[in-house]
């Protein structure tokens, strides 16, 4: 069988705690760090597996960076978007986490 197989429709993230979150694979393509990550002609063992595991994010700020991704995907095409809410003792680490992730631009 070729080695050219469809990638997964949804991928894992990992946090440095070791929990996981299993997303769907296009909302987390607003971030270029993990869409690198994926790219089938990558080489990554990322994309090989359709796992990321980010070390440096606790499971809490990867559970609020997941819930944006989804958040993202829902709203793409909307023009009245609610705010989504990030509980102050979160907010550094989740702003570390997006610029990270490059979801700033």
């Known amino acids: 069988m070729a080695s050219t197989q469809t990638p997964s429709k949804y991928v894992t993230l990992v946090s440095g705690d ?28 990322e994309a090989r597996d359709a796992r990321c595991v980010f070390q440096e994010m606790s499971a809490v700020v990867l559970d609020k960076v997941v819930e944006y991704f989804h958040y993202w995907y829902r709203y793409r095409n909307s023009e009245d978007v609610p ?6 003792e979160i907010c550094l680490e989740v ?3 997006a610029d990270y992730l490059g979801l700033d631009q």
């Open 83 to 88: 705010d989504m809410d990030i509980p102050v």
């Open 95 to 97: 702003l570390a986490a």
């Open 18 to 45: 070791g929990f996981e979150f299993v997303v769907l694979r296009e909302a987390t393509m607003i971030s270029p760090i993990i869409k690198g990550m994926l790219e089938p002609r990558s080489q990554f063992a």
